[in-house]
C-alpha cells in the first residue's frame, strides 16, 4: 500500500490503514518526539497526542501539497510546543556559557544520532525549542517566533545562546575527557 | 569542524533517524481515543433482526390462516348444531324465519320436515367453487332446494301473510353475501354430504351469509396462537468489576463495602407464536433496561513533575477515592424459546430460555471525588452491540379465556463486558429480574 492509498483509507476511518500507518511512521515520529521531550515517557505522551491529531485531522491533508511525511512530523512538532505550552516556558540563560568563537572538535562529526540525540538533550529546554526548530527541522524565525508566541528577535538570541551553550557543553565534555585520560 | 559544518552533521543525522518501539502498545493507547469506524455490520448483527421479521411475518400468515380455518369450522358446526337442533322438541314459536334460524329455534313444524329432507338431495357445488360463482346459479340453486322445505301449506307454522318469501329473502341474502364476499381460493370439488341421511341444509348457513362459497375441508397442520406479553419489573444488577492498570493510574475496587445498588428497571414487550398441541412457543420483541449503580474505588495517580532543566524530576503520588454513579440504557432485541405447563385450574407455568443483543447502549456516568471533583464518565468506553443469554420461569394466572397475568423471575447474563477491552474498568452484568405482566391471547 502506498502512501496515497494508506491516506485514502485513513480518511474513510478504516482502522487498518490507520494502525498501519502508526507501525510505519511511528519510529521516525517517535525520534522527533524524544528530541523535544524532556523523557521517553513525555516523549510517548507527545507522539499518542500528535497521532490522534494525525488521524482526526487526515481529512484535511492533501497529497497535491506535500508529502505524508513532513506533515506527519510538522503535527508531532505541534503537538510537542502544546506541551510545552502547558509547562511554563523559560527562556532565561542557565549557568554555563561558552567564548564567542569555538572550534569543535572533529570527532564529533562521527557522533550518531542517538549520541547527539544526548548531547542537545542537555540544553535546556527554551534553548533546545529553538534549536531543534531552526536547525533540525530548518523554521525560519519568524515561524518559530509565531509558534512559540515570542518576538523574532528573542528567537534569534535564543538560537545564539543554544548554540553557545551547545559549545559549552562540548568544551565540558572535552575537558572531563581530556582530565580523566590525565589521571 | 566549524559550528555551521557540526549543526549540518546534526540535521542529516536526524533526518532519517528512527526510534524503534512497541507500536502495538501505542496502537492501544491511541485506539479508544480515535473517532468511531463506519464498519460493515456483520451477519450475525442482522440475525435478531431478521429472524424477528421472519417470525412476525410467519405469525400473522399462520394467524390469518387459523382465523380462516377457525370460521369454517366454526360453520360447520353450527350447521350440525342446527341439525340436532331439528331433532329436538321445542315449542317456541320463531316470529320471523331468519330469526329462528339465526337463534336456532324452529319450530316442531319444521322437524317434520326432516324426513322430507332425507330425499338424496346434494347441491351441486360445483358452481360454487368456482371463483366466478354468479348470483343467479347460486339463486337457482336456492330455489332448486327450497321446495322441500315445506312440503305442505299445512305443516307451514307461519300464517301466509307472515311467511316470508324465501326464495326472495335467500336471494337478497345471497345477494348481500356476493357483493361483500372476496374471490375464495378454489377447494377441491368434493361432496361432504353424500354418505350423510340428512342433508346439512345449504339455507340454514345462507342467514349467517357464509354458505354462498363452499365449505373447505378443515386444514389438517397444527394450530397455532400468536399472543402478545407487556411487562416489567425491577431488576438487580449482579456486577463484577475488574480494574486495569495503565502504569500510572492504579484502582482499587471498593465495591464489596460500598456498592449502593438503586432502583434498576425492565420493561419488555413482546410477540410470540404458541403451538397449540405441544404448547411450545418462541417469542421475540424489543425489551428497554435501565441499570442503575453507585460504587467507590480508590484511585491511586503517579505524577511525574518536569523541572525546567530537565534534572531533577519528581514523582508525585496522589491517592483519591472516587464515588461514581452509573446509569446505563439498553435497547435489546431478546429471542426466546419456551414451553407452557398447564393444568386444569387457571394457572399455568412458563419456562424459556433464549439469547438477546442490544440495539442501542447509552452510558452516562458520572464520578465524584473527595474533593468534590465532578467528572464524566466517557461514552466511547461503552460498547454498542452486546450479546447475552437469558432464562425465565414465571407463572400466569388466566383471567379469561385470551387474557392472563405473569408474574415472572428472568435471570439474563452478558457474555462480555459492558465497556470497551482499552476501558480502566470491565464490568461484567448479570441481572435478575422480578416482573410482573399481562398476556393476551388471539
Not at chain 2, 526510534?19 to 440475525?47: C, G
Not at chain 2, 336471494?171 to 340428512?198: A, G, H, Q, W, Y
Not at chain 2, 482499552?422 to 399481562?438: F, P, V
Amino acid at each position: 500500500m502506498n502512501d496515497n492509498q494508506l491516506i485514502r483509507a485513513c480518511q474513510q476511518n478504516d482502522r487498518t490503514a490507520q494502525r498501519l500507518m502508526v507501525e510505519q511512521y511511528s519510529p521516525l515520529l517517535y525520534s522527533i518526539s524524544l528530541r523535544y521531550a524532556p523523557d521517553a515517557s513525555f516523549a510517548k505522551d507527545i507522539l499518542q497526542e500528535g497521532l490522534i491529531r494525525v488521524f482526526k485531522n487526515i481529512h484535511q491533508f492533501d497529497p497535491a501539497k506535500g508529502k505524508l511525511k513532513s506533515w506527519l512530523c510538522k503535527i508531532i512538532i505541534n503537538a510537542a510546543l502544546t506541551h510545552y505550552k502547558k509547562l511554563r516556558y523559560d527562556t532565561e540563560v542557565y549557568g554555563l556559557d561558552a567564548p564567542d568563537h569555538v572550534e569543535i572538535p572533529d570527532v564529533y562529526a562521527q557522533l550518531g544520532a542517538e549520541e547527539l540525540m544526548k548531547l542537545i538533550g542537555q540544553l535546556p529546554e527554551g534553548y533546545r525549542l529553538v534549536f531543534n526548530l531552526s536547525i533540525i527541522e530548518g523554521y525560519s524565525h519568524k515561524e518559530i517566533a509565531e509558534l512559540l508566541n515570542i518576538k523574532e528577535a528573542s528567537s534569534r538570541s535564543q538560537l545564539q545562546r543554544a548554540r553557545k551553550h551547545l559549545q559549552a557543553i562540548i568544551l565540558k565534555e572535552e575537558n572531563e575527557y581530556y582530565e580523566s585520560r590525565a589521571i | 569542524m566549524n559550528q555551521e559544518q557540526f549543526e549540518d552533521h546534526i540535521k542529516k543525522s536526524f533526518d532519517t533517524h528512527q526510534v524503534p518501539l512497541d507500536t502495538n502498545e501505542l496502537w492501544s493507547a491511541i485506539e479508544t481515543d480515535l473517532p468511531a469506524e463506519k464498519k460493515r455490520r456483520p451477519f450475525f448483527f442482522w440475525l435478531p433482526f431478521g429472524l424477528s421479521g421472519l417470525i412476525l411475518l410467519g405469525t400473522i400468515a399462520f394467524y390469518q390462516y387459523d382465523r380462516f380455518s377457525n370460521e369454517h369450522t366454526q360453520a360447520i358446526d353450527q350447521v350440525n348444531n342446527n341439525l340436532v337442533e331439528h331433532t329436538s322438541t321445542t315449542t317456541q314459536q320463531p316470529t320471523t324465519l331468519n330469526t329462528a334460524f339465526t337463534e336456532n329455534k324452529i319450530n316442531t313444524k319444521t322437524q317434520t320436515i326432516t324426513p322430507v329432507l332425507s330425499k338424496p338431495t346434494t347441491i351441486n357445488t360445483s358452481n360454487s367453487n368456482t371463483k366466478h360463482t354468479t348470483k343467479k346459479d347460486i339463486t337457482n340453486t336456492i330455489q332448486e332446494n327450497s321446495s322441500f322445505l315445506y312440503t305442505s301449506e299445512k305443516e307451514n307454522p307461519l300464517p301466509n301473510q307472515k311467511r316470508p318469501t324465501l326464495s326472495t329473502e335467500l336471494s337478497t341474502s345471497v345477494e348481500t353475501s356476493i357483493k361483500t364476499e372476496k374471490v375464495l381460493p378454489e377447494s377441491p370439488k368434493i361432496n361432504r354430504f353424500e354418505n350423510l341421511d340428512v342433508l346439512p341444509i345449504h339455507w340454514v348457513d345462507l342467514d349467517n351469509h357464509v354458505t354462498t362459497r363452499p365449505t373447505p375441508i378443515p386444514p389438517s397442520f397444527p394450530t397455532w396462537r400468536l399472543f402478545t406479553v407487556l411487562q416489567g419489573g425491577t431488576t438487580f444488577v449482579n456486577k463484577t468489576i475488574q480494574t486495569n492498570t495503565n502504569g500510572v493510574q492504579n484502582y482499587t475496587d471498593l465495591r464489596k463495602n460500598t456498592e449502593t445498588p438503586i432502583l434498576s428497571y425492565q420493561f419488555s414487550g413482546l410477540v410470540g407464536l404458541q403451538h397449540q398441541k405441544t404448547h411450545w412457543y418462541i417469542k421475540t420483541g424489543l425489551q428497554y433496561q435501565q441499570l442503575n449503580d453507585i460504587f467507590d474505588y480508590k484511585q491511586e495517580t503517579q505524577r511525574i513533575l518536569y523541572s525546567l532543566t530537565g534534572s531533577d524530576n519528581q514523582t508525585e503520588l496522589t491517592t483519591r477515592t472516587i464515588r461514581h454513579y452509573n446509569q446505563i440504557q439498553l435497547l435489546e432485541i431478546p429471542v426466546l424459546i419456551g414451553k407452557t405447563f398447564r393444568n386444569r385450574h387457571r394457572i399455568s407455568l412458563d419456562i424459556e430460555a433464549g439469547v438477546a443483543t442490544s440495539l442501542s447502549l447509552q452510558a452516562n456516568g458520572r464520578f465524584i471525588d473527595e474533593q468534590m471533583e465532578l467528572g464524566v464518565l466517557d461514552k466511547t468506553m461503552f460498547r454498542q452491540q452486546n450479546w447475552s443469554v437469558l432464562a425465565a420461569i414465571g407463572g400466569a394466572y388466566q383471567l379469561n379465556p385470551k387474557t392472563a397475568l405473569t408474574l415472572g423471575i428472568a435471570y439474563q447474563q452478558y457474555l462480555s463486558s459492558l465497556k470497551v477491552r482499552k476501558a480502566l474498568t470491565t464490568d461484567q452484568y448479570g441481572l435478575l429480574n422480578i416482573r410482573l405482566g399481562i398476556k393476551q391471547v388471539f
